[in-house]
């Protein structure tokens, strides 16, 4: 099974601008001056969106793209994770590696045994 996420990531970026534009699956959000666990205050922001496919999370981005005022992005990351039973394979086909560049998003793959196997 596969499982797509697009991460927004920016020294600057409110995520807040988001709000109410963007209707996907937003996983988590920290905003610039938030504390971290360790009490440090942060200075960048980030938000994560769960998405169904790499198409997708073209949509998406295009939207961000869209807005006035998108904050400060710095990175996206399509981030693929593959939960498998016997084997790690992915394929992508000429047309998603064109969409992942035309996001100027960062792929990263993550692979995992299906928890249920023994």
Known sequence: MMHFFVRLFGSEFEPKVLDGFVTEELLS????G???RNGKQLDYGV???R???ISHAARLIRK???LPS???IESIVLELNYEYEAQCNI???????????SMGASLAISC?????EA
């Open 47 to 49: 938000c994560v969106f």
């Open 29 to 32: 959000i920290v905003s610039p």
């Open 34 to 36: 938030m504390k971290a």
């Open 112 to 116: 995992y045994r299906d928890s249920l």
């Open 64 to 66: 961000i793209n869209k």
């Open 91 to 101: 394929e992508f086909d000429p047309g998603e590696i064109a969409l992942i560049h």
């Open 70 to 72: 998108r904050g400060e």
């Open 51 to 53: 998405v169904e496919s």
